[in-house]
């Protein structure tokens, strides 16, 4: 290791953001599993009838080679009826997903106007693309709009692309989707709609807050599979000329080996979850509205959805109260910086069905001291 490498990490550990791998303890609030489906019986059972049937662990080779498993083609003929959309595409993570999308589809004579607080992944796409791209202020529709408007007028001519998150997986807030829909359809632009945090939890049978613009030719949608799906992978559903476009162009796509034809059977089965078991929803929305009364008290502001931060302000104070509540048995992480702005260091609150409200209760109480102590 390099002198450069353990001075960079000391200056981490300095301003305590430094960062490490730990085990899994305690009652859990820092998933994003968030209808308890990881560990279920069904996908279980999914993963086991199709070894049965002899499909294949490893996919061994990349889509456009040998790797183009019929389970692949089978899930994302699913999940274009599941979604509402023309048709979709599998990758091996919600990452692998996002940077193809934003490296791959906007073109040099268009700009993407993203709001600023998207997900890194579609950073890292965008830095390996070759479009302009500009931050709108966070859930601010008329920022994009007058982002759009300046580009025009200083003689922008291709297509603007606008890059959101339908739920934002730290703040716990929601996109103004029908106004930013209104705004792609005014300049003729791309909506690129992130909805990781919102699959499986929110609109019928769990399509989405997107749910009512999947179908819209100028609407991409992403569904990440390793959250409320409890898999892997991520489903991007689109038209099927963007989606050959990716076949051919995706670099991520073309040169990655395919994810395991396994995962694609356990997505199938999540997707028949949703439609089977509504009331995995119904439960969830119990839980957040009883957090939201446990907590509103001791200043916890309620976000709506089941994502609740409890702003701290300095990284020292996050990673204090989380290794406070980690003492009692509670699994909360500290947020730090990158990943939020400087001074907004935090506890992300994650409320999901591996829960109950007793369990919310009794994190009630102890946040409570904890938050007597910062």
């Known amino acids: 290791m390099s002198r450069f490498h353990q001075d960079d990490l000391a200056r981490l550990a300095a301003v305590d953001r430094l960062r490490q791998l730990r085990p899994r303890a305690g009652i859990d609030f820092a998933s994003n599993d968030y209808l ?11 993963v086991a009838e199709a070894l049965a049937r002899g499909v294949a662990v490893g996919s061994g080779g990349s889509r456009l080679l040998r790797g183009n498993d019929p389970e692949h083609e ?6 274009a009826v599941h979604f509402g959309s023309e048709t979709a595409l599998f990758f091996a993570t919600g990452f692998a997903a996002n940077q193809a999308l934003f490296a791959t589809l906007p073109q040099p004579q268009d700009l993407i106007v993203h709001d600023a607080h998207v997900h890194a992944s579609a950073h890292d796409g965008m830095r ?17 709009d007058a982002a759009i408007r300046r580009w025009r007028r200083d003689g922008g001519t291709g297509t603007p692309w606008i890059a959101v998150e339908s739920l934002y997986s730290m703040d716990g807030d929601v996109a ?58 991520g489903l ?54 009883h957090a939201a009364d446990r907590l509103t008290p001791l200043g916890i502001p309620a976000t709506g959805t089941q994502i609740v931060p409890v702003i701290l ?32 260091a935090r506890l992300r609150l994650s409320i999901t069905l591996n829960v109950d409200a007793a369990a919310i209760d009794a994190l009630g109480d102890a946040l409570a001291a904890a938050l007597e102590e910062a």
């Open 176 to 233: 103004p989707l029908d106004d930013l829909a209104a705004i792609a359809d005014r300049h003729d632009a791309m909506l690129v709609i992130d909805e990781a945090h919102a699959t499986g939890v929110f609109g019928p049978e769990g399509r989405g807050l997107a749910h009512r613009l999947h179908a819209r030719s100028n609407v991409v949608t992403l569904h990440t599979c390793g959250k409320a799906l409890g898999a892997e992978g």
């Open 236 to 289: 991007v559903c689109l038209s099927a000329t963007l989606r050959d476009f990716l076949v051919n162009r995706g670099r991520s796509f073309v040169f990655s080996t395919a994810p395991s034809p396994l995962m694609a059977a356990a997505v199938r089965e999540s997707l028949r979850i949703l439609a089977d078991e509504p009331e995995r929803q119904v439960a969830l929305r119990a839980l957040v509205t």
């Open 128 to 144: 390996l693309g070759r479009s302009p791209r500009v931050a709108a202020a966070h859930n601010d529709a008329d920022a994009f």
């Open 313 to 344: 302000g300095s990284d020292g104070a996050a990673v204090a109260r989380a290794a406070a509540l980690q003492a009692t048995g509670f699994d909360i992480r500290a947020i730090r910086p990158p990943t939020v702005a400087p001074g907004t």
């Open 36 to 46: 308890g489906l990881a560990a279920s019986s069904r996908l279980r059972e999914a």
């Open 74 to 79: 089978a899930l994302e003929a699913e999940a």
